[in-house]
C-alpha cells in the first residue's frame, strides 16, 4: 500500500523559511509524478508546486511562491523548502503522486493525482 508522510510543518514568522519533507513508501517513485499542495480554512486545495516526472525532475511553481518556494527530491522523498513566508500561506499542505505529466505548469486540482497524504499544518504568524 502506497504512504505519503508529510512533516516539517509548524509555526513560522512572516519572512520566515520552513522546509517540509513528503515520504512516499511503497512505491517506484521513477515512473511518477509529485505535487505539493496548500489547503486554507474553508478553502479548496491548491496546487503550489510539483515535480512533472520523478526521472526529469522538472520542477514547477505557480505564479505566487515562484522565486521563493523550492521543490526538490531524495531518496523515497520529496522537500518544499518555502522562504519568505506569508500569513496568506498558512495552512495544510500535502504532497500527491500521479503517472507523469508533461507541460510547464503544475495539475491544479487534488483529484489529478491518484494519492496523497494526510498533510502537515504550516501557520504563518506573528
Known amino acids: 500500500q502506497v504512504q505519503l508522510v508529510e512533516s516539517g510543518g509548524g509555526l513560522v514568522q512572516p519572512g520566515g523559511s520552513v522546509k517540509l519533507t513528503c515520504t512516499i513508501s511503497?512505491?517506484?517513485?521513477?515512473?511518477?509524478?509529485v505535487g505539493w499542495f496548500r489547503q486554507g480554512p474553508g478553502k479548496e486545495p491548491e496546487a503550489v508546486s510539483c515535480?512533472?516526472?520523478?526521472?526529469?525532475?522538472n520542477a514547477h511553481y505557480v505564479d505566487s511562491v515562484r522565486g521563493r518556494f523550492t521543490v526538490s527530491r531524495g531518496k523515497n522523498a520529496v522537500y518544499l523548502q518555502m522562504d519568505s513566508l506569508k500569513p496568506e500561506e498558512s495552512g495544510l499542505y500535502f504532497c500527491?503522486?500521479?503517472?507523469?505529466?508533461?507541460?510547464?505548469?503544475?495539475?491544479?486540482?487534488?483529484?489529478?493525482?491518484?494519492?496523497w497524504g494526510q498533510g502537515t499544518q504550516v501557520t504563518v504568524s506573528s
Open positions: 500527491a503522486v500521479r503517472s507523469p505529466f508533461y507541460g510547464s505548469s503544475c495539475p491544479k486540482k487534488l483529484n489529478d493525482y491518484s494519492g
Open positions: 511503497n512505491l517506484s517513485l521513477e515512473n511518477y509524478g
Open positions: 515535480i512533472s516526472s520523478w526521472r526529469d525532475g
